[in-house]
């Protein structure tokens, strides 16, 4: 049982660059979520998704972009990378409200 | 706005001694709480879900307790192992139905062989 699947694991960019972060769930969750861990800053929200086709910005959405085109999948796009971008991205899912939410193994990303 | 502090930031234990890790949060008006683990260059794993109606969670030797009217949770640890050596967070959902979280500050835990 794959679970939350993220690829890639590493990346590293230059400023400028655009890539996309692949979030894949095996669970039939209909919730989906992009975090990034900062040190000092903790876990915030990207963006997030509660059902197939639907996307909403988080609490630092500014710089990304989303989409949940599939339900086991949700992409997180990086338009025009900046240093301010490197960070660790973790993709989560959750059947719904009130459940457990599990995570992915994280993305190493860093830009220079 | 919903904030979350865990106390303390860092613990370092001898093995086989129970411990306590704390989590307090401001708003009380909480549908529920998780406790996660996170090992060095790891994702985060779910250890317990204590929703707003239960007062404990118990997984083999953790126990979570949640006292919702103080602002409080705990995580009790018995008869630790090197094993547990991690950082451990906890989280709140905010907006509703959405069911986002937002975490502590996480506690570093170090258990000594």
């Known amino acids: 049982n794959a679970g939350v699947t993220q690829t890639p694991k590493f990346r590293v960019l230059k400023t400028g660059q655009s890539m996309t972060l692949l979030c894949a769930q095996d669970m039939n969750h209909e919730y989906m979520y992009w975090y990034r861990q900062d040190p000092g800053m903790g876990l915030r929200l990207i963006h997030y998704s509660v059902g197939e086709g639907t996307t909403a910005k988080g609490e630092v959405p500014d710089g990304y972009n989303v989409s949940r085109l599939k339900k086991q999948n949700f992409l997180l796009g990086l338009e025009s990378a900046a240093p301010s971008q490197t960070s660790v991205y973790f993709c989560?899912?959750?059947?719904?409200?009130?459940?457990?939410?599990?995570f992915g193994e994280g993305s190493w990303l860093t830009v220079v | 706005k919903q904030e979350v502090t865990q106390i303390p930031a860092a613990l370092s234990v001898p093995e086989g001694e129970n411990l306590v890790l704390n989590c307090s949060f401001t708003?009380?008006?909480?549908?529920?709480l998780q406790w996660f683990r996170q090992d060095p260059g790891k994702g985060l794993t779910s250890l317990l879900l204590i929703q707003s109606s239960q007062r404990e969670q118990t997984s083999g030797r953790l126990n979570a307790s949640l006292d919702k009217s103080s602002g409080r949770s705990t995580l009790y640890i018995a008869a630790s192992q090197p094993g547990d050596s991690a950082t451990y967070l906890c989280?709140?959902?905010?907006?509703?139905?959405?069911?986002?979280?937002?975490f502590g500050t996480g506690t570093l835990l170090a258990v000594q062989p």
């Open positions: 989280a709140v959902p905010y907006g509703g139905a959405t069911n986002k979280l937002i």
């Open positions: 708003d009380s008006a909480i549908y529920n």
């Open positions: 989560a899912s959750t059947p719904g409200f009130g459940n457990t939410i599990y």
